[in-house]
């Protein structure tokens, strides 16, 4: 499976809006699997944002539904996330992972983004 | 939601000794919802144990996860240098669906 890989900008300013997009492959995005992004921070370790599944549906991280949106772009086999109203508590890395086969655990990982909320 | 603690914080042992690591969950959580993780500075996690007993591929026999109800283990039998890393217990919740981590445990040589 080919690891999925994370992009976007790694400086967002306070208020604004966070917009990250995970490339994965063809296979990957036709998958039964559900995408998903996680972010790790000193503060609050791995943290769940929430998933999305190839149709659109998604769930969130109730914390997190307020300020997410996350979308599937199937022609262009990437996924993204969105998050905004940000402040320096969401700097973190942030990463796209998917089962990969696995049940209720996450086997293929993208390797990171650090974004870093600051004016 | 489903708060998971694990235990000790930080575990110091020496390479070839046994390595046993815990994780306890605020409520009772299906063992097929349990997973373990390892994660080395500057690398995403890796999955090695979901099901709470089931090895992902590739994962050397040396690591084996126990447990069930609210009380989960992951033990490694022999430590090799390479093990001296994080571990991460992982939960699924289905109402809301959700994920949740735990705080870690940092393995590091004695």
């Known amino acids: 499976q080919v690891q999925p890989q994370e992009s976007g900008p790694r400086l967002v300013k306070p208020s604004g809006t966070l917009s990250l997009t995970c490339a994965v492959s063809s296979d990957s995005i036709r998958s039964s699997d559900w995408w998903t992004w996680v972010r790790q921070s000193p503060r609050k370790g791995l943290e769940w944002i929430g998933e999305i599944y190839r149709s659109g549906s998604t769930n969130y991280n109730p914390s997190l539904m307020s300020r997410v949106t996350m979308s599937v772009d199937k022609s262009e086999n990437q996924f993204s996330l969105r998050l905004t109203s940000v402040t320096a508590a969401d700097t973190a890395i942030y990463y796209c992972a998917t089962s990969g086969g696995y049940s209720y655990s996450y086997g293929a990982w993208g390797q990171g983004t650090l974004v870093t909320v600051s004016s | 939601e489903i708060v998971l603690t694990q235990s000790p914080g930080t575990l110091s042992l020496s390479p070839g000794e046994r390595a046993t690591l815990s994780c306890r969950t605020s409520?009772?959580?299906?063992?097929?919802?349990l997973a373990w993780y390892q994660q080395k500075p500057g690398q995403a996690p890796r999955l090695l144990i979901y099901g709470a007993s089931s090895r992902a591929t590739g994962i050397p026999d040396r690591f084996s996860g126990s447990g069930s109800g609210t009380d989960f283990t992951l033990t490694i039998s022999r430590l090799e240098p390479e093990d001296f890393a994080v571990y991460y217990c992982q939960q699924y919740g289905s109402s809301p669906p959700e994920y949740t981590f735990g705080q870690g445990t940092k393995l590091e040589i004695k």
């Open positions: 409520q009772i959580v299906s063992s097929r919802y």
